[in-house]
């Protein structure tokens, strides 16, 4: 299905023209699955230069095909700088709103809404800039950081909030994705086990609900009370980090914020927990705290390290911890490839959208097109061999 998918999409890509002699600049994880969407996204004639947002999630062979294919490959957080100083790029699409922010900065921009000076001068931007015609984010961390933005300098598509980021990949594909990290990282079946979620976003409740039906036993926790709620009617016990995090074997968090865990958290793990962070911020798992007071580091494997901590008066405890707190679903390409290759498409199509459309939408925060979701699961149908199963045509509001 994903090729398929991806043919069909740079097919219509091509035809349309819209991306010919444009130039993209992408921030995104540069794995096997991106190298098949950038494939597809240069049939349209445009010309590519791609960063990494995460370089736990890199893929050397993936890095080197993509280069074969003539694309330029900045890593690191200075090749976000170096992107932009070498390319004008008409789109930016992005992951966690780090090139956009990158450009911002370079362009005197990106006060925050707390920022007196920016508000003397919403919307200004640097004389001298080249503006791309706009951009898109894909993921929740990145729209939270754009909207704490007084003004945004160009249109920007929210992806992560269209109908098929949020419910396919997001709840299927990272719960999917944790199953199969939790059986490759535990070597151990996963039934009757004790299971606590953090966060009951669209990726938590995913991850819940993935979890019991491999048969775990599974408690959700949440800052918000209807998100509690919805958790609660959707048949999961609620607890408190302290209290799932001292019971469980599988410890999952799925917030996206920055220092959830603190040491008074650590303190009470249950001995043997594997940690998996699927949060976008590697630093949701404040490992610094926990480190502080371990007092043995063992790695088990590449991607498996154990902390034993003790405290006065109790035994010491082991605290495994997956992928360095970086996303284990993406670091181990856990899940079917079938829900990032359709977020991915996604992404081309909104890419061709703001190409071709930037001169009649606002510089805000803007929702996926209609007509773009609309194509995309079409064309996902023709791959899956379900064309014609979607019979009636939904009001477009
Ligand atoms: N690993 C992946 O492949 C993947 C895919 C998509 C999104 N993400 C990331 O996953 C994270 C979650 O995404 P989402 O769309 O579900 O976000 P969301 O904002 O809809 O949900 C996050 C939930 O966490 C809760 N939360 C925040 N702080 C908390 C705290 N201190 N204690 C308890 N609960 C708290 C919030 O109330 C919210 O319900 C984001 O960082 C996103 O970027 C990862």
């Known amino acids: 299905m994903e090729q398929r998918l991806l043919n069909l999409v740079a097919e219509r890509i091509s035809e349309r023209g819209h991306l010919r002699g444009k130039t993209i600049a992408w921030n995104c994880h540069l794995t096997s699955l991106t190298e098949w969407a950038a494939a597809a996204l240069l049939r349209s004639g445009c010309r590519l230069i791609m960063t990494e947002c995460n370089s736990s999630t890199s893929d050397a062979a993936a890095i080197r095909a993509m280069e074969n294919l003539g694309i330029s490959i900045y890593l ?72 704490r933005l007084n003004s945004l300098p160009f249109p920007i598509l929210n992806i992560n909030n269209g109908r098929i980021k949020s419910t396919i990949e997001n709840f299927h594909g990272v719960g999917q994705g944790v199953v199969e990290a939790y059986n490759i990282l535990s070597q151990s079946s996963p039934v009757g086990k004790q299971a606590c979620v953090v966060g009951y976003g669209n990726v938590g409740a995913g991850v819940a609900h993935y979890l019991q039906k491999s048969g775990m036993h599974v408690s959700v926790v949440d800052a918000d009370p209807v998100r509690c709620l919805a958790a609660h009617y959707d048949g999961f016990a609620l607890t408190t980090i302290k209290d799932g995090l001292s019971r469980c074997d599988l410890f999952v968090t799925a917030t996206g914020k920055i220092g959830l865990l603190r040491k008074e958290d650590w303190i009470h793990a249950n001995d043997g927990v594997l940690v998996i962070n699927v949060g976008h911020n590697k630093e949701e798992l404040a490992l610094d705290h926990l480190k502080e007071i371990s007092n043995r580091c063992l790695t088990i494997s590449d991607h498996l390290v154990e902390y034993e901590i003790s405290s006065p008066g109790s035994l010491s405890r082991r605290i495994r911890i997956a992928t360095d707190g970086n996303p284990a679903n993406v670091v181990l390409l856990t899940g079917s490839p079938e829900p990032t290759i359709l977020h991915l498409a996604t992404e081309i199509l909104c890419i061709e959208h703001i ?37 009636s045509e939904p009001d477009s509001g």
């Open 76 to 147: 690191g957080e200075s090749g976000r700088h170096q992107a932009l100083a070498a390319s004008t790029p008409d789109v930016i699409s992005d992951t966690g709103l780090e090139l956009i922010t990158v450009w911002m900065q370079i362009n005197g921009l990106g006060s925050q809404k707390s920022d007196r000076q920016a508000s003397a001068s919403p919307g200004g931007t640097a004389a001298t800039a080249k503006i791309p015609s706009g951009g898109c984010e894909i993921t929740t961390s990145g729209i939270m950081r754009l909207r």
């Open 355 to 391: 190409a071709a459309y930037s001169s009649s939408l606002d510089s805000r925060e803007l929702p996926v097109p209609f007509l773009v979701e609309k194509e995309v699961a079409e064309l996902a149908l023709e791959a899956l061999g379900l064309s014609g199963c979607a019979h």
